[in-house]
């Protein structure tokens, strides 16, 4: 029942972060936060906290997947990788 629970919170937590980078690009983007000179900023290492922290969490997906029924899982992780494209999209058209 773990595995079952693990897969199933590992297959909507990456487009969850994905969602909220969006948010926070476009908050960024709209209030000014974080395109100060010098560093980065705090916006840009959340930013790019979320997007690492993907990475795992989709590799903790396949390997609790149940590999005997392939179609779920590959929609799942073409949903993951979509709304990653959205993100680099998004940063795209704000030139981020």
Do not use: C
């Not at 010098?38 to 795992?56: C, K, N, R, T, V």
């Amino acid at each position: 029942m773990a595995y079952r629970t693990l897969n199933r919170v590992s297959a909507v937590l990456p487009p969850i972060l994905s969602a909220a980078a969006v948010g926070l690009i476009l908050f960024a983007m709209t209030t000014g936060w974080g395109q100060g000179k010098g560093d980065e900023g705090a916006a840009a290492h959340i930013f790019q906290i979320m997007m690492a922290l993907q990475l795992p969490v989709i590799a903790l997906f396949l390997a609790t997947a149940d590999w005997r029924v392939r179609r779920p899982i590959l929609g799942a992780v073409m949903v993951q990788i979509a709304a990653i494209g959205v993100v680099f999209a998004v940063g795209a058209w704000f030139r981020i």
